[in-house]
């Protein structure tokens, strides 16, 4: 129904701003894998976003909605697992930039900028 509809996306980034307020660096690879899937879904649903498989996807729009949050759990996480694989979807999403060559440039710049911080 259209209520649902409605309901659904304001639910997902209600639960995704709950869970970015978790301490970073105590995150177990259970709630960074929650994290990560409601980051995919608000982007896929706002049109950021297209995933054909977990490893087959495309950024259509930047900024992607959250991506700070993936940052902190790259950079202050104490759990290893937790690093590892943010940092593997950060380099994902980096390398699947869709758009035009000056933004990403931007976003290139970004990311180098965002890794020597």
């Known amino acids: 129904t259209n209520s ?9 980034r209600y ?4 869970a970015s307020e978790l301490s970073a660096e105590s995150l177990s690879p259970t709630a960074y894998a929650c994290i990560e899937y409601l980051f995919r879904w ?19 729009d930047v900024p992607l909605h959250g991506v700070q ?3 902190a759990a790259a950079l202050r996480t104490r759990d290893e697992a937790v690093g590892v694989r943010a ?5 994902l999403l980096h390398h699947s930039l869709q758009i035009e060559a000056s933004r990403v440039r931007q976003q290139q710049r970004e990311f180098v900028s965002s890794c020597m911080s």
């Not at 509809?5 to 997902?12: F, G, N, Y």
């Not at 608000?42 to 977990?54: L, T, V």
């Not at 940092?87 to 380099?91: D, E, K, N, Y």
Request: proline letters at 2%; glycine letters at 0%.
């Open 4 to 12: 649902v509809s409605a309901i659904e996306p304001e639910a997902t």
């Open 15 to 18: 639960l995704f701003r709950r």
């Open 87 to 91: 940092i593997r979807f950060l380099v």
């Open 69 to 71: 949050t993936l940052w």
């Open 42 to 60: 608000i982007n896929w649903r706002e049109q950021r976003f297209a995933q054909q498989d977990q490893s087959n996807i495309s950024v259509l």
